[in-house]
C-alpha cells in the first residue's frame, strides 16, 4: 500500500538554529498538505501545494516558515530560526487533487523539539 | 467559517464495553463530515466520512457514526473494543462546497482498559 513518506521522524534543535523537514507524497497525488499540530491539539493548515505551486499560505508564518515543491512531487518544509514555540508534530498529507481533499493520506510525522 | 467541538478529551472505558465519543459541529451551509484516528507518534487515517446519503456511516475497524443535521452532530461509536483501540480520534469537518480541506477539532483520547 502506498503510504506518504516523511524524515526526519524525530529532530531536536537549539532555538535560533534552522532546521527542514521532507515529505515525498503518495505517487500521482497532485495535491501537498504541511499540517502543524501541538500537542492536546488537532492538526492546522500551514499551507497547501497543488502541483508545484502554492494554493494556501494564509497560515503559514512567512518570517520564518518557507515551503517548496519545486518539481511538484516532494516537498520541504524549512523553520528559521526555530522558536521555543515551534515545538510540535508536523504532518505532511496527500490527495489525488483539491477536490479530494477530504480523503487525505497522512504520513507519520515529524516531531520537532526545541530547547 | 466551520468549526468543530469534541466534547471530552478524555474518554476510559473497559475492554468489550461500547463507547462513544461526541462531536458537534458549527456551519450554516452543508458541510462533510470525517473522524480520523491517531496511534501514539504516527499521523492520523480515515475512520470514516459522511458525504451525503445515508445519516448512518460505517467506518474500518468496526465504528460507525451518525450524522444529525438537526443537533448538528455527528458522534462516533463502537459496540466493543478493543485494547487496540486505545488512540486519539479527531473529528473534522469541511465544507461541501468548498476548499474541502477539513477543520479539525482538538480530539478525544480514548483509553481502553483490559
Known amino acids: 500500500e502506498a503510504e506518504v513518506a516523511q524524515s526526519p521522524r524525530y529532530k531536536i534543535t537549539e532555538k535560533s538554529q534552522a532546521v527542514a523537514f521532507w515529505c515525498d507524497p503518495i505517487?500521482?497525488?497532485?495535491?501537498l498538505y504541511w499540517y502543524r499540530q501541538i500537542l492536546g491539539q488537532g492538526p492546522e493548515l500551514l499551507v497547501q501545494?497543488?502541483?508545484?505551486?502554492?494554493?494556501?499560505d494564509s497560515q503559514l508564518p512567512k518570517d520564518r516558515f518557507s515551503a517548496e515543491r519545486l518539481k511538484g512531487v516532494d516537498s520541504t518544509l524549512k523553520i528559521q530560526p526555530a522558536e521555543l514555540g515551534d515545538s510540535a508534530m508536523y504532518l505532511c498529507?496527500?490527495?489525488?487533487?483539491?477536490?479530494?481533499?477530504?480523503?487525505?493520506?497522512f504520513g507519520p510525522g515529524t516531531r520537532l523539539t526545541v530547547t | 467559517a466551520q468549526s468543530v467541538t469534541q466534547l471530552d478529551s478524555q474518554v476510559p472505558v473497559f475492554e468489550e464495553a461500547p463507547v462513544e465519543l461526541r462531536c458537534n459541529y458549527s456551519?450554516?451551509?452543508?458541510?462533510?463530515l470525517f473522524w480520523y484516528v491517531q496511534y501514539p507518534n504516527q499521523g492520523l487515517q480515515l475512520l470514516l466520512k459522511?458525504?451525503?446519503?445515508?445519516?448512518l456511516v460505517k467506518g474500518i475497524n468496526g465504528f460507525e457514526a451518525e450524522f444529525n443535521k438537526s443537533q448538528t452532530s455527528f458522534h462516533l461509536r463502537k459496540p466493543s473494543v478493543h485494547i487496540s483501540d486505545t488512540a486519539e480520534y479527531f473529528c473534522a469537518v469541511s465544507l461541501s462546497g468548498g476548499s474541502y480541506i477539513p477543520t479539525f477539532g482538538r480530539g478525544t483520547s480514548l483509553i481502553v482498559h483490559p
Open positions: 505517487s500521482g497525488h497532485a495535491t
Open positions: 501545494f497543488q502541483d508545484e505551486s502554492v494554493v494556501d
Open positions: 459522511y458525504l451525503s446519503g445515508s445519516t
Open positions: 498529507a496527500s490527495s489525488r487533487g483539491q477536490a479530494e481533499a477530504y480523503e487525505q493520506y
Open positions: 456551519s450554516s451551509v452543508s458541510v462533510y
